[in-house]
């Protein structure tokens, strides 16, 4: 980002060039308006990229920007057009702002994150904790360039986690199962005594209630999935699937059930491809099975993994391994503890 550039459009509260030309957005030119108690108020899109929308609502003159009450309303009724997005609510000199962003990810609690913040474009420092002159903003900005011509991409907590745990839990498993061969017998017990515990929450949503006759007719004949095209109630199925997914979920779930306690899962790498809950099971290990030397063992795993990411940007991939090796080493100092003080 050029902030002599990003000064000049926030002094004319360019917001579209800003996103557009400066960001390298997707022009958005798209109108919604909505009725909120005595008010309708107009939303104008500005800006998208890659299914993230972004819309600016004016206060009328002399009005100030709307409550959290009236914004939740309004951001409710673009939910149903957009699913992710940005409102930026706005004085109308543009001095005061709130930046609302409702974020949504299936099989996640919707996060909703309110910023609101007064502009100012000199260069003093900063007198309050949200205020934001153009360096604030080019650091925040910075992460939404234009990704395909910069060749810079921001990888989601999602994908490092899942490659955080499906690296290094697997390592960790394997060398306490090298030098203990019972460590792989105890974990095959725990997951044989209560499955459902190591299977995602995401995988078993809904699996506890039975599937309406409409579409239960339909699994043994394909001539009855009409119904399976509209979407799952939410008691059935996760933010955005049809039942033709939903119902290939469940027998997802029913086939990991039964790999799990007929005992087919034999390696590391197996509860890599079932996609179980490999920070549950590593944990559960730690916390009622493993005696004294397999916390060692651990213990010196622990300290001699390294985790390197050649292409660190944002540091996304460590704050990800730093997430899932904190915890255990926690777990394993509290074992320890435990363990010196049956001794005692």
């Known amino acids: 980002m050029n902030l002599a550039r990003a000064r000049k459009l926030l002094e004319r509260s360019a917001l579209t060039e800003l996103f557009v030309e400066?960001?390298?957005?997707?022009?958005?030119?798209?109108?919604?308006?909505?009725?909120?108690?005595?008010?309708?108020?107009?939303?104008?899109?500005?800006?998208?990229?890659?299914g993230m929308a972004v819309l600016t609502c004016m206060a009328p003159n002399g009005e100030a920007i709307p409550c959290r009450q009236q914004r939740n309303a309004l951001e409710a009724?673009?939910?149903?057009?957009?699913?992710?997005?940005?409102?930026?609510?706005?004085?109308?000199?543009?001095a005061d702002q709130l930046w609302q962003w409702v974020r949504k990810e299936p099989g996640r609690p919707i996060t909703r994150r309110e910023h609101r913040y007064h502009w100012h474009l000199d260069e003093r420092p900063l007198r309050a904790d949200n205020e934001i002159n153009p360096d604030v903003l080019g650091y925040i900005f910075e992460k939404y360039i234009n990704q395909k011509q910069m060749g810079a991409y921001y990888t989601k907590e999602d994908i490092t986690e899942y490659i955080g745990r499906s690296t290094m839990i697997p390592f960790l498993l394997d060398e306490m199962s090298k030098q203990h061969p019972d460590t792989w017998h105890a974990i095959l017990t725990l997951l044989a005594a209560e499955p459902d515990r190591y299977i995602h929450p995401v995988a078993r949503h809904g699996t506890t209630h039975e599937l309406p006759a409409q579409i239960t007719s339909g699994i043994a004949d394909v001539q009855q999935r009409e119904a399976w095209n509209h979407v799952t109630p939410p008691d059935y199925g996760l933010p955005g699937e049809i039942w033709r997914e939903t119902v290939a979920r469940r027998q997802r779930y029913v086939e990991l059930a039964q790999a799990i306690l007929g005992g087919s899962l034999t390696t590391p790498s197996d509860?890599?491809?079932?996609?179980?809950?490999?920070?549950?099971?590593?944990?559960?290990?730690?916390?009622?099975?493993?005696?004294?030397?397999?916390?060692?063992?651990?213990?010196?795993?622990?300290?001699?993994?390294?985790?390197?990411?050649?292409t660190c940007g944002s540091g996304a991939f460590l704050f990800a391994a730093l997430n899932i090796l904190e915890p255990l080493y926690d777990a394993c100092l509290e074992r320890m503890e435990q363990l010196v003080s049956e001794q005692d």
């Open 22 to 50: 400066e960001l390298g957005w997707d022009r958005y030119a798209a109108t919604f308006t909505a009725p909120c108690n005595d008010h309708t108020y107009t939303l104008h899109g500005i800006a998208q990229k890659r």
């Open 77 to 94: 009724h673009v939910a149903h057009m957009l699913h992710e997005h940005l409102i930026i609510f706005a004085s109308a000199d543009c």
């Open 271 to 310: 509860l890599i491809t079932a996609n179980l809950d490999l920070q549950q099971i590593m944990q559960d290990v730690v916390d009622h099975y493993a005696p004294a030397p397999v916390i060692a063992t651990l213990w010196r795993a622990l300290n001699q993994l390294s985790v390197i990411d050649p």
